[in-house]
């Protein structure tokens, strides 16, 4: 099941509404105001497995990130969920360091291949998450593939700043996160594509989630 995900999707991160405040609407595209409160969108819903798709756009030197499966109630986003982080390396100084480069796990793994942005211009970026894989698309290549339940992950996190965060990549299911780095960041095209949780096939017989991902893949 394909749904979009219009800003009525999201809310202000330990808030009720959409915080217009810092966040613009601009028909189709959700539009991050630069110098404003540092407040991220959550999701309304909560996803366990799922591919997330979008467009986004930076200034030069733009800086954001997308975070799955986050508990909000944790301090922070970054508190709980693992971020993809979406960046300009070229004007960026997060783009000198391979683990915070565009595409990246942030802080955690480098991208596979490095995405070079042009600043204000579009490109898509995918995040899928399916049981523990995890994969990094952009501009229609896959950049990252990993899996949260690997123990040398498990090692990184450990050894990283999310130490102090005994949850943090832990659930199995929470909420999307769009960062809001206090800087512009453009967002259009969203959409979230979930299996359904119970396919009837006939009066008397059912498919499990689990059954119906792996036809997916």
């Known amino acids: 099941m394909i749904t979009p995900l219009a800003a009525s999707q999201w809310r202000a991160w330990h808030g009720d509404e959409f915080p217009h405040d810092c966040w613009r609407v601009e028909g189709e595209e959700l539009h991050a105001i630069a110098g404003m409160r540092r407040i991220d969108l959550i999701s309304l819903e909560r996803y366990r497995d799922f591919v997330l798709r979008l467009e986004f756009a930076l200034p030069a030197g733009g800086n954001s990130g997308l975070f799955c499966r986050v508990e909000e109630d944790a301090d922070l ?69 990993y899996r949260l339940d690997d123990p040398a992950l498990h090692k990184r996190i450990a050894d990283s700043k999310f130490s102090g965060y005994p949850r943090f990549a832990k659930a199995t299911e929470g909420h999307l996160v769009i960062q809001h780095h206090g800087e512009a960041a453009r967002f259009r095209r969203l959409s979230i594509e979930t299996p359904d949780r119970t396919v009837h096939l006939d009066p008397s017989a059912e498919i499990s989630e689990n059954a119906l991902l792996s036809r997916l893949r």
């Open 77 to 145: 986003s970054w508190h709980s969920g693992p971020e993809m982080q979406l960046l300009d390396d070229r004007e960026h100084s997060d783009g000198r360091e391979p683990t915070t480069r565009n595409g990246a796990l942030y802080g955690l793994l480098r991208p596979e291949l490095e995405t070079p942005i042009e600043p204000e211009q579009f490109i898509e970026a995918v995040l899928s998450v399916r049981g523990g894989e995890v994969e990094h698309w952009l501009d229609g290549r896959r950049v990252l593939r």
